[in-house]
């Protein structure tokens, strides 16, 4: 297997990029070491220019030996591409990380879905983000975000909450926390689950880095589910990639004169699937994934007095929304907020004529 630190360094030649690497363990698959590497004929690589080919030839394995030893201090590992923990989703990807730098106690295996979205996140979208992962979590699977504001923070503090595996793609080291105000988010995903990372520890927050990072959320990941995203955005962009990665998109929809459902509304109208309740992305995935008997008590136990309340009104038979307000003496609006929140969690279902039933 290709060393750590020969990947290192390579990924430390500026201009080099995870393609063009790619491109020359494909060509010598037996490299063991720096020496090997240099005595291997470069200039015959598709894409490695003589400008390209003398950087790799000044490149000091020192600095590669370095960030290992920080990789040590911070428990922290190297993923190479040829590891075989490197995770397999990834892998398929034409530009995927030549190796990522990983910290936590959690799973690279896991089946993930990305759930990403808007940092200035309304509190309809937060609700739909954390009735949505718990049902996902109930399930097995696991959820994969960026760590920003908004959408993002509130998929992992719910995968959390939830007992799921949560993994943060970082546009830092993994031993930035950024924003600073996820430094207590930032914690408990080192002790429960896993932080990744395609730049060494101490690297501070770029611009072009989150972007860069995107390819990553959405690679590891069976599919991609945005919340809230204005068109345009950073989770538009993740749920772009994840279609040219031939992988599964889901969308939340929104108000139609809410900007920060405009970029969801615009996935939906080019063929994303549109997501009211956890079966909607459950039935597009294969396997099929859904909740055990007793995971669904879990999470009905643990629902809150007024949720509590409507599923021991409802039945199997659908019952029109007047009904339901008049019997259990609440507000029909107030009501019909409540019903939807459920509808997402997938405890309700509607039928024609604002008919509801339970699951």
């Known amino acids: ?55 790799i030839r000044q490149a000091d394995t020192g600095q590669a030996r370095q960030i290992l030893d920080q990789c040590d201090k911070l428990s922290a590992r190297y993923v190479a591409l040829t590891d075989p923990d490197y995770p397999a989703l990834l892998a398929e990807l034409y530009d995927a990380p030549s190796g990522i730098y990983v910290r936590g106690t959690g799973r ?21 983000t954390q009735e949505l992962t718990a049902g996902m979590v109930a399930s097995g699977l696991g959820i994969v975000s960026g760590m920003a504001r908004g959408i993002d923070s509130a998929a992992h503090q719910a995968a959390l ?4 595996m949560t993994a943060a793609v970082l546009g830092t080291g993994v031993d930035v926390v950024y924003p600073s105000e996820n430094r207590k988010l930032f914690d408990q995903i080192v002790e429960r689950g896993v ?71 615009a996935l939906i109208q080019d063929g994303a699937k549109l997501v009211m309740r956890v079966e909607d992305i459950f039935n597009e995935l294969q396997p099929p994934y859904s909740a055990g008997p007793g995971e669904q008590i879990e999470i009905i136990r643990d629902l809150p007095e007024p949720e509590q309340k409507v599923l021991g009104y409802l039945s199997g038979e659908p019952v029109i929304v007047d009904k339901i307000a008049e019997d259990l003496s609440w507000n029909i609006s107030e009501l019909l907020s409540l019903l939807m929140t459920m509808e997402l969690q997938g405890l309700v279902v509607q039928s024609a004529g604002k008919r509801y039933s339970k699951v």
Not at 32 to 51: M, R
Not at 108 to 128: C, E, F, K
Not at 233 to 252: H, K, Y
Request: proline share 7%; charged share 20%.
């Open 195 to 265: 932080l990744i990372s395609e730049y060494p520890p101490g690297t501070k927050p770029d611009g072009h880095h989150f972007p860069q990072r995107n390819r990553i959320i959405s690679g590891l990941s069976m599919g991609t589910l945005v919340v809230e995203a204005g068109k345009g955005s950073g989770a538009i962009i993740t749920a772009l990639r994840s279609m040219d990665q031939n992988r599964e998109v889901f969308a939340v929809p929104g108000r139609v004169d809410d900007p920060r459902s405009a970029g969801c509304h």
């Open 1 to 55: 297997m290709i060393p750590a630190e020969v990947y290192i360094t390579l990924d430390q030649v500026s201009g080099l990029g995870p393609r063009k690497v790619r491109n020359i363990f494909n060509t010598y698959p037996s490299i063991s070491s720096w020496p090997d590497l240099l005595n291997a004929d470069l200039t015959i690589i598709e894409g490695l220019s003589k400008i390209l080919n003398d950087r």
């Open 161 to 164: 909450k939830s007992g799921g």
């Open 108 to 128: 690279l295996d896991a089946d993930y879905i990305a759930v990403v979205g808007t940092r200035r996140a309304s509190d309809y979208g937060r609700q739909a």
